[in-house]
């Protein structure tokens, strides 16, 4: 099981920029895994944001998001960012990050072992 902590949400104004970050509590090599973002708006289902395979190579974003968010990572501090640009209210939500069962990227839930307890984005308009 791994443990995942985010950290980096807040409140900022729309057209603003946040960075999350998500470090993982397991060792250097088990953290070769997909890691994902997905996001949940009161009262909607919680749905994908952005995913990237475990060396860094590959990434996917929901259409909402490409070209004003980026995923990356960083396996030597087993953490994995998000960083947010051109917010938008819509985006305001609980951002979780999710530790993968396999190497390459994942876009549903299903695909995804463990997950973080969230992080609040809020966006003013």
């Known amino acids: 099981q791994v443990q995942l902590v985010e950290s980096g949400g807040g409140l900022v104004q729309a057209g603003g920029s946040l960075r999350l970050s998500c470090e993982a509590a397991?060792?250097?090599?088990?953290?070769?895994?997909?890691m994902g973002w997905f996001r949940q708006a009161p009262g909607k289902e919680r749905e994908f944001v952005a995913t990237?395979?475990?060396?860094?190579?590959?990434?996917y974003y929901r259409d909402s998001v490409k070209g004003r968010f980026t995923i990356s990572r960083d396996n030597a501090k087993k953490t994995v960012y998000l960083q947010m640009n051109n917010l938008t209210p819509e985006d305001t939500a609980v951002y979780y990050c999710?530790?993968?069962?396999?190497?390459?990227?994942?876009?549903?839930?299903?695909?995804?072992?463990?997950w973080g307890q969230g992080t609040q984005v809020t966006v003013s308009s």
């Open positions: 999710a530790a993968g069962r396999n190497l390459e990227i994942a876009t549903t839930r299903e695909e995804y072992n463990d």
């Open positions: 990237i395979n475990w060396n860094g190579g590959s990434t």
């Open positions: 397991i060792g250097r090599t088990l953290f070769w895994l997909a």
